[in-house]
């Protein structure tokens, strides 16, 4: 089983003994993973340490080191070195980009999102006993699915075209968080340093979904900063930001609704509680590894997100949009 290993406490440290990945506090040896069962280290404090065996061990094993900030957000990216003649595919992507082909492209990403919020409120919707917010829900529903139909039956000319469409549906979607959440003041991006732990809990695990979907277009030919939905920016992968946002409800969404509705997110000194961030961290992990169907194969969430990245490279190697994004009912 792929497992991510997570150092984020003051103190640990990161060793091997053999070919396994050791992690000790001080001389206590708090887990022993084999090498070969780990896929990502995520590096989410600036006091612990890693030995240089452990960077090799982890160089020779093809595993990611990712150094975050104790938000989840990632700030490099120590990278096996692979052999790769990706220049030619990169330029079908470069010239892609703002072409008919590139905007319809462009156009089912988004719709991988919206679909997935429409999903989230059918099935809010469904779960509701009380009659008033039933039909609250139900009414955003049926709204952000004429949105949806409205986009697919498009043919769009600017990104701005598509943006919008993302935006009303996204619009739906929150107002729905609102009215079954107490305290959720709407969203909050982790620019607008957002105060409660929804929208925190929302940030730390969109920055942990970011690190994986970086690693999985990386793992491919294409550029990850060069988007088709988002705006290229030197400061942010544009394409790994266009990709990750199919992942965004079934993964990080779906996980802090449950988190937040059983009471288990909490707020402490302007951050989230250490026991809120070993929930949403574990719950994220967890949920990588549940075994859904998509495309006609059944596997875990964490070999679609590297799927769906293989399938957005074969789309733009040859040439076309017809690319499915990922959902889940």
Known sequence: MVRRIYIREFGLTLGVSGEQFVVRRRKEVVAKIPAVDVHVIEIMTDRASLTTAALRLAARHGVWIVIADYLGRP?????????????????????????TSGLELAKRLALGKMVNQRNILRRLAARRKGKEIYEILLDLYLAASEEVKALVGSTPGSREFIMNFEARVARLYWEAWSAILENFPGRRKRYENPEDPI????????????ADCYIAISSTNLDPYAGFLHVDNPRRPALVMDFMEQFRQPIVDSIVLTLAERGMLEVGEGR????????????YADRLRQTVSHRGRRAPLEAHILYQARHLEDRIRIGSPIYTPFTVR
Do not use: C, W
């Not at 052999?83 to 079908?92: C, E, K, V």
């Not at 509680?273 to 719950?283: D, Q």
């Open 272 to 283: 989230l509680s250490k026991n809120s961030v070993n929930s949403i961290i574990k719950s």
């Open 199 to 210: 929208n925190m809990a929302l940030n730390l695990g969109y920055s942990l979904l970011e």
């Open 75 to 99: 700030q490099a990216f120590l990278e096996p070195i692979t052999r790769r003649a990706g220049i030619i595919i990169r330029r079908r992507q470069y010239d892609m980009a703002d072409t």
